[in-house]
T-cell receptor, first 117, second 112 residues
Framework: NAGVMQNPRHLVRRRGQEARLRCSPM?????VYWYRQLPEEGLKFMVY????????ESGMPKERFSAEFPKEGPSILRIQQVVRGDSAAYFC???????????????FGPGTRLLVL | DQQVKQNSPSLSVQEGRISILNCDYTNSMFDYFLWYKKYPAEGPTFLIS?????DKNEDGRFTVFLNKSAKHLSLHIVPSQPGDSAVYFCAAKKSSGDKLTFGTGTRLAVRP
């Protein structure tokens, strides 16, 4: 059973460009979470999605950031008109349906490290 | 507002001895707690978790203790091994499906 997949692992963008980060959850997982880790800080929640639905986007910046989890394909975190402050590691996590205690655990991908020049 | 706190940014332990990592939280609505280990340039790896209805959970060398009245949990690693050297994050959540709130991490170094 493959783990959570994220690509690209590293992404370099110039200010003003768009960044697209992709996440494929573990097989059988229907819940996807995005977190951001700024240098020397812990992980901060951004958004929680289920297939075709955004459940909680309370951690998303109000502008330039959007996320989707379509019926088919990976979840996408999109950052428009990137600025230097967007440089960070972006992690995706997935979890299964919450039928039992196992559903409480979120499993993380390797992350995408975004560098904005 | 840091709802989950790891007050020790670093910890150094001799191989074979016990490592104790601490975590405090302020939100009494949290009912599920997790510990993750993270190596540089990798994603967090799930280690162990505990529900608020328990006060202890053990898995091999790892044991997590929860003191609800003190809003405190700890991770014990015994015996510590050099491969345990990593950053350890404590995380908490309020209900099934809710987001994780992370502490700022403790960097553990296990000396051979």
């Amino acid at each position: 059973n493959a783990g959570v997949m994220q690509n690209p692992r590293h992404l370099v963008r110039r200010r003003g460009q768009e960044a697209r980060l992709r996440c494929s959850p573990m097989k059988g997982h229907s819940h996807v979470y995005w977190y951001r880790q700024l240098p020397e800080e812990g992980l901060k929640f951004m958004v929680y999605l289920q297939k075709e639905n955004i459940i909680d986007e309370s951690g998303m910046p109000k502008e330039r950031f959007s996320a989707e989890f379509p019926k088919e394909g990976p979840s996408i975190l999109r950052i428009q008109q990137v600025v230097r402050g967007d440089s960070a590691a972006y992690f995706c996590a997935s979890s299964p349906w919450f039928e039992d205690h196992l559903g409480e655990t979120q499993y993380f991908g390797p992350g995408t490290r975004l560098l904005v020049l | 507002d840091q709802q989950v706190k790891q007050n020790s940014p670093s910890l150094s332990v001799q191989e074979g001895r016990i490592s104790i990592l601490n975590c405090d939280y302020t939100n009494s609505m949290f009912d599920y707690f997790l510990w993750y280990k993270k190596y540089p340039a990798e994603g967090p790896t799930f280690l162990i978790s505990i529900s608020s209805i328990k006060d202890k959970n053990e898995d091999g060398r790892f044991t997590v203790f929860l003191n609800k009245s003190a809003k405190h949990l700890s991770l014990h690693i015994v015996p510590s091994q050099p491969g345990d050297s990593a950053v350890y994050f404590c995380a908490a959540k309020k209900s099934s499906g809710d987001k994780l709130t992370f502490g700022t991490g403790t960097r553990l170094a296990v000396r051979p």
